[in-house]
T-cell receptor, first 111, second 116 residues
Framework: DQQVKQNSPSLSVQEGRISILNCDYT??????FLWYKKYPAEGPTFLIS?????DKNEDGRFTVFLNKSAKHLSLHIVPSQPGDSAVYFC??????????FGAGTILRVKS | DAGVIQSPRHEVTEMGQEVTLRCKPI?????LFWYRQTMMRGLELLIY????????DSGMPEDRFSAKMPNASFSTLKIQPSEPRDSAVYFC??????????????FGEGSRLTVL
């Protein structure tokens, strides 16, 4: 039972354009959402998060949007850079409990 | 701080052999997690500890898997006997608090296990 789903295994974007990574969840109790980025041969690193009381959080080129009614969140990267090429994991937690991760989306930014 | 340290980085073994993966969490962190990454399932939580005590091992796939945390600075994940389907990258992570609310997870670089 996958509570957090990233339905796109991969995404390819041209440098300078917007990258949009999507994540859907099924557990309505989730109240905190995070994105992690992972480069090859490295561990995932925290990128950005959002609480369920907000619908948007921005940090430089990265913005996360949360649509609670649709149980959907997305990560926007503008402008995309070749160094953004990585695997992006969406994660969620409920009431401060353990994080549940999605399967990841491979982003390739072409120069 | 050196971050979360895992060893070995790579392990190749034959089916039936015992495998032990090691982790040193970030000093002061009170939670330690073991994750497994596969192409099919992404990042799966296997087990986590709070103050060296195992709290939730519901993600441990079989009795062949076991984990210990004898002290605040060391944890092991053991697979005995290993099988080819155990081939994956195993990550250890630590944090203050259980989830991102209190601070994000800090992952090690992972141990890539190949069971032939």
């Amino acid at each position: 039972d996958q509570q957090v789903k990233q339905n796109s295994p991969s995404l390819s974007v041209q440098e300078g354009r917007i990258s949009i990574l999507n994540c859907d969840y099924t557990n309505s109790m989730f109240d905190y959402f995070l994105w992690y980025k992972k480069y090859p041969a490295e561990g995932p690193t925290f990128l950005i998060s959002i609480s369920s009381i907000k619908d948007k959080n921005e940090d430089g080129r990265f913005t996360v949007f949360l649509n609670k009614s649709a149980k959907h969140l997305s990560l926007h990267i503008v402008p995309s850079q070749p160094g953004d090429s990585a695997v992006y994991f969406c994660a969620a937690s409920a009431n401060g409990n353990k994080l549940v991760f999605g399967a990841g989306t491979i982003l390739r930014v072409k120069s | 701080d050196a971050g979360v340290i895992q060893s070995p980085r790579h392990e190749v073994t034959e089916m039936g052999q015992e495998v032990t993966l090691r982790c040193k969490p970030i000093s002061g962190h009170d939670y330690l997690f073991w994750y497994r990454q596969t192409m099919m399932r992404g990042l799966e939580l296997l087990i986590y500890f709070n103050n060296n005590v195992p709290i939730d091992d519901s993600g441990m796939p079989e009795d062949r898997f076991s984990a210990k945390m004898p002290n605040a600075s060391f944890s092991t994940l053991k697979i005995q006997p290993s099988e080819p389907r155990d081939s994956a990258v195993y990550f250890c992570a630590s944090s203050y608090g259980l989830a991102g609310v209190h601070g994000e997870l800090f992952f090690g670089e992972g141990s890539r296990l190949t069971v032939l």
